[in-house]
């Protein structure tokens, strides 16, 4: 969620932090600032909306300094406002803050008692004065801060800057994710390695519980006993195209472009060049397997629904999936046999991450299907399978989901051939199916004029609907869930069998009712269902593929009609054109495509 950035260096500070925390944009805000010091002097630059009124504002007023700190705001505690804006600050001392303070208002009305007045209703500017408080005890600030961070509960990434101290930065991870980053003669910081990207490319993730005590010589770690820790400095590769537009408007339509590319990567990356073999890095023993938990939020949530019909069809292995938000606090059972599969995008994820660790000691072994391989989800799971997708800028997840489906794929196919229940020759049909899907992607995004289209005729809308049965369920409830998020029409998902149980009453001419339907063994099934909604006035716009284009009958208001694909991976396909649909009618409407209102890419608190 909120972007942290930091800068010991040889040149001019707030340049880099602006720029860095341009990197961050995709992550979400409604704010932004930064914090310098020069001279000895502390003193920082705040605005509200886009980093661009930040960016104005220091070009007539100037922050000079080579040492600084910078934030980009998603409103927790408090209004988009610049009071609440980042950094916060307490006279000696800035703080820079992504998280939750759990007992902040004790710590307020404490720091009350003492006279101390508040400028804004953050968490954040009690850390900032809890700090000043050990300072005016005669704390050195490395002590101040270290002093301060005892008091704290709850999830944050903490990263302070001091008057006087223009070699100084304390950093502090507990629940939220924060990198160091190694120049020569230069250190920095950030919430992930793509801020630092052209700072550097030699990167030290903190670990939970972690404060750095950073100069511009290196950094001292100290874990969550105060003990001095060596922590591993990794050479991070980032393709510097992914994290650019490329030519195209927005980052959504990019990444929607790049999936036929970046789904070969990682299907060659499992498949190797021939053979009928998948190669999981690690051993996965399925034959101890009894069942299966998944777990994941949004968007990864949809694509483990998917596995689930995979996995239970293909290989009989019962798999629970939950939403990760719910998960731990209901203190599910975790029998023994139980496989733990977590998914998220950013590796990051507040709610998926602390279901991790519930599971960590109880279930026999836990596999991540990650994004971000030096993530916190992948770097505690006994296995991590990275979905190879790119740095993924957009907030609305596209090419993550169709790699996290192709992925997850692999993975249902591999439990079938151990548990017996696939044969050479019916794996090596799946594996060619599977190899095939990229040119498939290439068919669906040729219909892109034709859904810009129909697209158009949505924007006018406020209410859609989407169908779909079996597998094809799920995809509805991501293409409800894409349309609502960055063109904020209501949009509902439902599997089909569900439309005579409540949603047939939404039914009516206003309301457009799409309905997902490749010809496959449920097809007739669901063309019931969408006569029963043309019955009634609505109109439908049929995604299918020449075949139920043919047998669905007249009546509908639009057919897209897509190429034909195996039953198994067709949710992967279908993928594509509801993505289309939602991104074009955000377009059509005007909103941000790239970074909906009140939204965030790597959701990090709870």
Not at 416 to 424: F, H, I, M, N, V
Not at 463 to 488: C, H, N, Q, T
Request: glycine residues 10%; contains cysteine.
């Amino acid at each position: 969620m909120c972007g942290i950035v930091g800068v010991l260096g040889d040149h001019e500070a707030a340049p880099l932090l602006v720029a860095a925390l341009g990197r961050l944009e995709y992550r979400g805000y409604d704010s932004a600032g930064i914090a310098t010091v020069n001279a000895g002097r502390l003193d920082r630059r705040r605005a509200v909306g886009k980093l661009v009124n930040l960016s104005d504002l220091l070009v007539h007023e100037p922050l000079p300094g080579k040492a600084g700190i910078g934030h980009t705001r998603w409103a927790t505690h408090g209004a988009p406002t610049l009071a609440n804006a980042h950094p916060q600050r307490a006279r000696r001392v800035a703080v820079v803050h992504n998280g939750i303070i759990e007992n902040f208002r004790a710590l307020r009305d404490e720091l009350g008692g003492q006279g101390i007045g508040f400028e804004s209703d953050t968490d954040t500017e009690t850390v900032a004065h809890l700090t000043q408080t050990y300072l005016d005890e005669g704390l050195a600030p490395r002590e101040a801060a270290a002093r301060a961070l005892g008091r704290l509960e709850g999830a944050f990434a903490l990263l302070f800057l001091f008057e006087g101290e223009d070699d100084l930065m304390i950093a502090a991870r507990k629940g939220s994710p924060l990198a160091v980053g190694h120049g020569d003669g230069e250190m920095f910081v950030g919430s992930d390695a793509i801020a630092l990207a052209p700072l550097t490319n030699r990167i030290t993730y903190l670990e939970e519980g972690d404060r750095a005590v950073i100069t511009r010589a290196g950094v001292e770690i100290f874990d969550a006993t105060g003990d001095l820790v060596l922590r591993e400095i990794r050479t991070i590769e980032i393709d510097a195209t992914r994290v650019e537009k490329g030519g195209y408007k927005h980052f959504m339509a990019k990444e929607i472009a790049e999936q036929p590319a970046v789904l070969g990567d990682a299907l060659r990356h499992y498949l190797g060049e021939e053979g009928p073999r998948i190669e999981l890095p690690g051993d996965i023993d399925f034959s101890g397997v009894t069942r299966i938990t998944m777990v994941a939020c949004g968007t990864a949530y949809l694509a483990c629904l998917t596995a689930k019909y995979w996995i239970e069809r293909l290989a009989g292995l019962p798999v629970d999936v939950d939403v990760a938000s719910e998960f731990r606090y209901r203190e599910p059972p975790i029998p023994g046999g139980t496989l733990a599969v977590f998914v998220s995008q950013s590796g990051e994820t507040a709610d998926t991450l602390a279901a991790l660790r519930y599971c960590a000691g109880r279930a026999d072994r836990i596999v991540s299907v990650v994004n971000v391989a030096e993530s916190s989800i992948a770097r505690e799971s006994d296995l991590a399978l990275p979905i190879l997708a790119g740095a993924e800028i957009g907030v609305a997840s596209t090419k993550a989901f169709t790699c996290q489906l192709g992925v997850l794929a692999l993975l249902a196919l591999e439990a079938a051939r151990q548990c017996g229940r696939l044969s050479p020759a019916a794996l090596a049909d799946h594996l060619t199916a599977l190899r095939a899907m990229p040119g498939r992607f290439n068919a669906a995004l040729a219909l892109q004029d034709r859904i810009e289209a129909l697209a158009r005729r949505l924007a006018e809308v406020t209410d859609v609907l989407f169908l779909g049965r079996g597998a094809m369920y799920p995809l509805a409830l991501e293409g409800a869930l894409k349309l609502k998020e960055i063109s904020y029409i209501h949009a509902e998902g439902y599997a089909s069998g569900e439309l005579k149980h409540g949603p047939i009453a939404l039914v009516e001419k206003t309301v457009p009712v799409i309905v997902m339907a490749p010809h496959d063994r449920l097809f007739d099934k669901t063309v019931s269902n969408m006569q029963e909604v043309m019955a009634r006035g609505g109109p439908v716009l049929l995604i299918t593929d020449a075949r139920g284009a043919a047998e669905a009958g007249s009546g509908v208001w639009e057919t897209l009609v897509l190429p034909e694909a195996p039953e198994l991976f067709a949710p992967m396909l279908y993928a594509l054109p509801v993505q289309l649909l939602a991104y074009h009618t955000a377009v059509a409407k005007g909103t941000d495509v790239d970074q909906p209102r009140n939204l965030a890419k790597s959701v990090t608190v709870e």
